[in-house]
């Protein structure tokens, strides 16, 4: 089950957070549960992806991202994503997410997130790549970031997610059915 719960409490938690700059990083703290962990006693790797909603949707809500898809009736939707986990999350460990927009093209958001233990060590990191749709297709990114805050200088590409969207632009589609 989506824990709307959790969701809603990360929202009022951080509601009177300072706005944050679009390509600020948004810090947030969350509790593996016992329901969110898998027969190996520690998180899900399924439940890690909602978990990244919880930091993911506060932190546009932060930016002013949530406000202006609303008013122009725009959607997110989720492209493609790459994962790497490194460090086991137990039942009741406490980790730190930090998420934040790392880049864009001319067609997708790229969204880096990562929950950080309590020994300061890495536990997995994700690269989201994102997309803002209207009734008319995909919305530029440039669109939505000017209608935001127009004074946003582009970062460039982090060279690791330049080389996973190439790699990425490489791979089947459709996949192969043997």
Known sequence: MYPVIR??????KHRNDPPLPI???HVSHHICLPWDIDLWMELNNGRTLTLYDLGRITAAQRAGLVTVLRKNRWGLTMAGASVRYRRRIRAFDRVEMRSRLAWWDDRFFYVEQSMWRKDGE???HIVYRSAVTSKAGMVNPQTLVDTID???DKPDAPDW???????DARRPWPPMQE
């Open 161 to 167: 997610i330049a080389a996973w969207i190439e790699a």
């Open 122 to 124: 890495c536990a997995n």
């Open 150 to 152: 127009p004074s946003t």
């Open 23 to 25: 390509t600020g990083t």
């Open 7 to 12: 969701l809603f409490a990360q929202l009022i």
